[in-house]
């Protein structure tokens, strides 16, 4: 059975595949409209969401089928302290597939690990974002007609924004991409995606705190919003939360064919100005994220169907058990029962990281 709880949990001609049946959803959604009938999908959000959960709730519905679930934490059974684990294992037994969305980095990864229905990652804490960045590669492909030789900035919060993360992460298998990260010091990418999306995959990349001067050389513009939510010190929150806005007058630098993508909420960083412009494409994007999630949900049903032997991690070179991971936002932190497990880092063999967060543990 398939998960997917990181966006490389996909191959490219898998990609590609979910971009032609997005795409044939867009023409044809009538053929579309009772492919999931009598499946039921579970949205299990444990932290507030308005886009990615209505999404995926739109989404099953126009597939014809219907959604149970939950939209915070408060209102199931994790205010009781019942684990993601037991969770995930009672859901089995009422839906057929699950979008989960969760504070802790690994959350989603551990229901997959439990549940006995396919589990998406609906995000999970500043770690990963798989469906957004289908979401974003289909709007890239509409918009530009590829998804080889682009220059892609992304701009903002690279440091907790787990959309980057996983777009980096699914750019790093086209060719011909160059990635500008334009953010203050402190919101820098961490260090796992530096090693293990950026250098094992010899991505051209440069980092910078300046978006002006960056602006003139992208094909697409990516901004995000700073993570709030994320921010241990409220002061820095503060200090940083207006780091980068997008004006018009900072636009007029860009190509005429630059497209500005965000995966919204916005905050301020986006001047309402630019929603005129025909380069600007975050409302586009939120559709075509409904697109994208609708063949994801088909193509890990159909896959169901024909194979529902339980999802695995189990690989020879994990290490369990001897580490522990120290990363406050993991899972493994705060559900105290989890079997440890660590994988070598693909750059350093010597770096072990929690298979949960990526956080290094040695
Ligand atoms: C993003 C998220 O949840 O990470 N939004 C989304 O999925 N549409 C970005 C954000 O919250 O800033």
């Keep these: 059975m398939r998960s997917v709880i990181d966006i490389v949990d996909l191959s490219v001609e898998e990609i590609d595949g979910l971009i032609d049946v997005a795409s044939d959803i867009i023409e044809n959604p009538k053929k579309y409209s009772e492919k999931c009938k009598g499946k039921k999908l579970a949205t299990l959000f444990f932290e507030p969401s308005t ?37 995930a294992k009672v859901i089995s037994c009422y839906a057929d597939i699950i979008a989960m969305r969760h504070p802790l980095e690994g959350a989603p990864l551990v229901a997959a690990l439990n549940a006995s229905i396919p589990v998406i990652n609906a995000g999970d804490g500043g770690h990963k974002h798989p469906t957004q960045t289908l979401a974003d590669l289909l709007t890239i492909k509409r918009e530009k007609g590829r998804l080889n030789n682009l220059t892609v900035g992304f701009c903002g919060d690279l440091k907790y924004g787990r959309t980057v993360h996983s777009l980096l992460g699914a750019l790093s298998r086209y060719t011909g991409i160059k990635v500008v990260l334009i953010s203050p010091e402190e919101l820098m990418v961490p260090a796992y995606v530096k090693h293990d999306i950026l250098e094992k995959n010899n991505m051209d990349y440069v980092e910078t705190t300046d978006l002006e001067s960056a602006l003139p050389s992208l094909d697409v513009l990516y901004m995000t919003r700073v993570q709030q939510e994320r921010f241990a010190d409220v002061e820095e929150y503060e200090r940083l939360k207006d780091s980068y806005i997008l004006t018009a007058e900072k636009m007029e630098k860009a190509k005429s064919d630059t497209i500005v993508l965000h995966p919204l909420p916005r905050v301020n960083e986006i001047s309402v100005a ?89």
């Design 51 to 87: 886009r990615t959960r209505l999404s995926f709730e739109a989404a099953m519905i126009e597939l014809g089928g219907n959604v149970i679930g939950f939209s915070s934490a408060n209102s199931s059974s994790a205010s009781k302290g019942e684990s993601v684990a037991d969770t």
């Design 274 to 362: 630019i929603d005129k412009d025909d380069r600007a494409c975050y409302f586009k994007q939120v559709l075509n994220g409904k697109y994208m999630r609708m063949a994801l949900i088909l193509k890990l049903l159909e896959i169901r169907e024909k194979d529902d032997s339980p999802f695995t991690i189990d690989r020879e070179d994990f290490v369990y058990s001897t580490y522990k991971c120290h990363n406050k936002k993991c899972i493994s932190m705060v559900e105290q029962e989890l079997v440890n497990i660590a994988k070598p880092s693909e750059t350093d063999q010597s770096v072990l990281r929690c298979v949960y967060c990526d956080k290094k543990v040695n």
